[in-house]
Structure formats: structure tokens, C-alpha cells
């Protein structure tokens, strides 16, 4: 499934006129601080390698990361999706990077559902994690609010640094849906 709308937003795959606000955002340092392993606010040639991976990802493997828009202006917002992260390759990571201008409207939440939803119900997968910096508290609380829990760490090397890996899995996410 190429593309998920939620109430609000739609996730859908890249179109090449995405770069630039993808690039915008990277550069930004309110976003870069949790993204790259120094902090520092990302590169355009960083952030067109990274794109490039993306699109990738969905070749080979049929899922990836997806552009979130908002539905109402059509407008770029971020990014969001599954993937094998390379510091945890073995199960796949939902992963959000919003637009400073729209935190705080509960985007990377709504969005996220929507991902671990297909995850769980059309990829099959039996696990799915977010791999957090321990000092990012609203993407701890977005992770909470889709019903992970911390379950390990991972060494961040370049950034010296141990990251939180926040898991649910199928059954435990299926039990959270019956009750919401």
C-alpha cells in the first residue's frame, strides 16, 4: 500500500519536488538535534542521500517511509514510515520527522497509528520499534502514545550515545486497539 490517510493527513510515497522541503527541514537544528549523531543540522547532499535511501527501501522491501502531507492544503509536512534502520536492522522502526511549524498537533501520533495499523495488519510483522534519543521527551511521548514500551538500547557510535529502542508487539497492540 502505496498510500494511508488518516483524518487529517495523508502518507504517500516521494515525488522529486519533496526534496527541497525534506532538505529545509533537515537543515533545520530544532529537527537535526535529534536526527544526526552530532546534532547538527544536515546538509543538502545528506539529506538527497537520505532520500535516495528512502525510495530505495520501498523497492526493495515494499514498505518504507512515506511523505506526510496535510489533506486540507496538501502541503508537505514531514516524513514517516517504516524502515530498517541500520542500528537495528532485524525489525522494522516507525520513524517521524514533522515540520517545526506543525508540532504539537498530534501529526507524528495520528500518523504513527496509521503506520504500526499496516504494519501489524497488511506487512505481518510481529514487532515493531522506534529507536529514540533518551533526551527527545515529545518523541518519547509519541512512542508511549502508540503503546511502546523501552525495550532495549542501541550504541549510536558516531554520536556516542545510547539510544532507547521503544517496541510493541502484534498481540500487545492488538490488545491496546480493542480498548481504545
Known amino acids: 500500500m502505496s498510500v494511508l490517510d488518516t483524518p487529517r493527513l495523508r502518507l504517500r510515497l516521494w515525488r522529486d519536488d519533496d526534496l527541497d522541503g525534506i532538505a529545509r527541514m533537515n537543515a533545520d537544528p530544532r529537527v537535526s538535534r535529534w536526527l544526526t549523531p552530532t546534532g547538527a543540522p544536515m546538509s543538502r547532499g545528506a539529506s538527497e542521500a537520505a532520500f535516495e535511501r528512502w525510495r530505495a527501501h520501498w523497492d526493495e522491501h515494499g514498505f518504507g517511509i512515506w ?3 496535510e489533506r486540507e492544503t496538501g ?3 514531514g516524513r514517516l514510515g517504516l ?3 541500520r542500528l537495528w536492522p532485524h525489525e522494522p522502526e516507525v520513524g517521524w520527522m ?27 510483522c510481529d514487532r515493531v520499534v522506534s529507536i529514540v534519543h533518551p533526551e527527545n521527551a515529545p518523541s518519547i511521548r509519541v512512542a ?9 538500547t542501541v550504541r549510536w557510535d558516531e554520536g556516542d550515545l545510547d539510544l532507547v529502542v521503544y517496541a510493541v508487539g502484534r498481540d500487545d497492540w492488538a490488545r491496546l486497539q480493542s480498548t481504545a
Open 67 to 69: 511523505a506526510v502531507e
Open 75 to 77: 502541503g508537505l509536512v
Open 83 to 85: 524502515q530498517y534502520h
Open 98 to 124: 514533522l515540520d517545526p511549524r506543525v508540532w504539537g498537533k498530534g501529526y507524528a501520533t495520528e500518523s504513527g497509528a496509521a503506520a504500526l495499523r499496516h504494519a501489524f495488519e497488511m506487512l505481518g
Open 144 to 152: 508511549e502514545r502508540l503503546g511502546e514500551q523501552p525495550y532495549a
